[in-house]
Structures are given as C-alpha cells and as structure tokens.
C-alpha cells in the first residue's frame, strides 16, 4: 500500500528559529495536506496543496507541492512556543470525483520549541 | 460555525464489551470519515460516507466494526467485542463539495480495552 515517510521524526529549535520538514513517497498524489495535532486532540488543517509545483503560504507557515508529485515540504518560519506539537503531512489519490478520497498520513514530525 | 464534534471524547471498557461512538460533522458537509489512530502514528484511513452511502471500507475495518451514518447526517461507529489491540483513538473527519480534499476532524475519542 501507499506509504509516507516524514522526516525528521522529532526536531528541537530554538525560539525565533525556522523550521523545515519533509514528506516523501513512493507513490503519486494529487492533493498534499498538512495538519498540527496537539495532544488529546484531533488533527488541525494547515495547508492544502492541489498542483505539482505549487507553493503555499499560511501565516508564518510555506507548505510546496513537488514537482514529481511525490514529496511536499512544509516551512515555519520566526518559529514561536506555540508551534510545539506534531506535524502530520497527508496524501490523497483521488481526482475530479474519481478514485479514493481517503488520506495517507505520514508519522509525523514532532517540534519542539526551546524559549 | 461549529466543527466535527464527537462523543464521548473517552472510553474505557472491558475487552469483550460492545461500544460505539457518534460523531456529528460540520453542517452541510456530506462526506463524513472515519480514521483509528495509536500512538506513535498518523491517523489510519477505516471507512468513509458520501450521505448516507458507505463508499469505500479499509482493511483495518474487520467484521466487528460497522459504521452507519443513517439520513446523512451524525455518523456512529460500532465496535463489537472488543479486543486490547482496538485501544486506539478514533477520528472523526468531514469535507464538502469542491473542496472535499479539506478534511477537518474531530477532537477524537480515546479508547482503552482493558
């Protein structure tokens, strides 16, 4: 089946610091997303990516949609404590109401932020 | 605009126990999902509903799951005799129309089968 891998796993920063993670695959997707979960709670949507090459921006948040349509990267910048939590990025196949809608979530990248 | 709601946020139960829980999307969303997550990991795709009609079912989803989402509205996932490995939360999500790639969730329901 289809499989993410999320690097790095964990990443300590500094506060101000900005971050860069990644997501890649062995199969192609047509829709990267990416979510913050915090603790006990569900995932939160960050940014949705829809065409090869595209790039993104929420905030202090840049999120780019490869080129090959197997990898994205997400960006923080001016990174602050409450960015502490875990990044998901997820995939998705489907296409124009053809073929499966559900997501692929990578492992995860846990941030933590040193005041 | 309220968001995915889901109850009851936790649940311990005996293994053997039946349990289910609901979730209610966001209004006027009519794809709803489910996803089990464990620790460590990202959230596993289980089932999803476009309205009422159950579209797609994982591998995950073993014959003692079943999931409903009856007039297309809240959705309920039933577990029946449940086992240690089930400890898990359970997610929630729903999408809309063009934008049904943008799943929001829920805030999960843990489960603990002891």
């Known amino acids: 089946g289809q499989q993410l891998n999320q690097s790095p796993q964990s990443m300590f920063i500094q506060e101000g610091e900005d971050v860069s993670m990644n997501c890649t695959s062995s199969?192609?997707?047509?829709?990267w997303l990416w979510y913050k979960q915090d603790p006990g709670e569900g995932p939160v949507l960050l940014i949705a990516?829809?065409?090869?090459?595209e790039l993104t921006s929420n905030g202090r948040l840049t999120a780019q949609f490869g080129i090959t349509r197997k990898d994205s990267f997400l960006n923080i910048s001016a990174s602050i404590p409450s960015d502490v939590g875990i990044y998901f990025c997820a995939g998705q196949s489907g296409y124009s109401g053809a073929g499966s809608y559900q997501l692929t979530f990578g492992k995860g990248t846990k941030l933590s932020v040193i005041p | 605009d309220t968001g995915v709601s889901q109850d009851p946020r936790h649940k311990i139960t005996k293994r053997g126990q039946n349990v289910t829980f609901r979730c209610d999307p966001i209004?006027?969303?009519?794809?709803l999902y489910w996803y089990r997550q464990t620790l460590g990991q990202g959230p596993e795709f289980l089932t999803y509903?476009?309205?009422?009609?159950?579209?797609?079912k994982s591998r995950l989803l073993s014959d003692r799951f079943s999931a409903e989402r009856p007039k297309g509205s809240f959705s309920t996932l039933e577990i029946q005799r449940t086992e240690q490995g089930d400890s898990a939360m359970y997610l929630c999500?729903?999408?809309?129309?063009?934008?049904?790639?943008?799943?929001?969730f829920g805030p999960g329901t843990r489960l603990t089968v002891t």
């Open positions: 990516l829809y065409k090869a090459g």
């Open positions: 509903f476009q309205n009422e009609a159950q579209l797609e």
């Open positions: 999500a729903s999408s809309m129309g063009q934008f049904h790639y943008e799943q929001y």
């Open positions: 209004s006027e969303h009519n794809r």
């Open positions: 199969s192609i997707f047509n829709t």
